[in-house]
């Protein structure tokens, strides 16, 4: 059973970076997209950026520009570099693969102030 543990959130100012990590078990990492969602209370979670194993990516509008999601499959680990944050990306923060493949890990809270 895979196991994913979210990493690297915190308390930020509006314009501040944070750096999320997750670190994924199982040998079949390398070979998955894998993507980082958020949720915020009352609401779906959503996917937010993803990136296949051949490191292609994708964003949701809302982030395009300002997030960079990358991997070290070496490490099975994959980051969600957040800069030029946003009160409105105050959210827990998690990884899978946008299929939800797996289950869930207990995510990171990012909290950003205004």
């Known amino acids: 059973q895979v196991q994913l543990v979210e990493s690297g959130g915190g308390l930020v100012q509006a314009g501040g970076s944070l750096r999320l990590s997750c670190a994924a078990s199982g040998s079949i990492f390398s070979a998955r997209t894998m993507g980082w969602f958020r949720q915020t209370p009352g609401k779906q979670r959503e996917l937010v950026a993803s ?21 070290d499959n070496a490490k ?3 980051y969600l570099q957040m800069n030029t944050l946003k009160p409105e990306d105050t959210a827990v923060y998690y990884c899978n693969t946008p299929t939800r493949m797996y289950r869930w890990g207990q995510g990171t809270q990012v909290t950003v102030s205004s």
Do not use: L, M, P, W
């Open 76 to 78: 099975s680990t994959i």
């Open 51 to 71: 990136i296949t194993s051949g490191s292609s990516t994708n964003y949701a509008d809302s982030v395009k520009g300002r997030f960079t999601i990358s991997r």
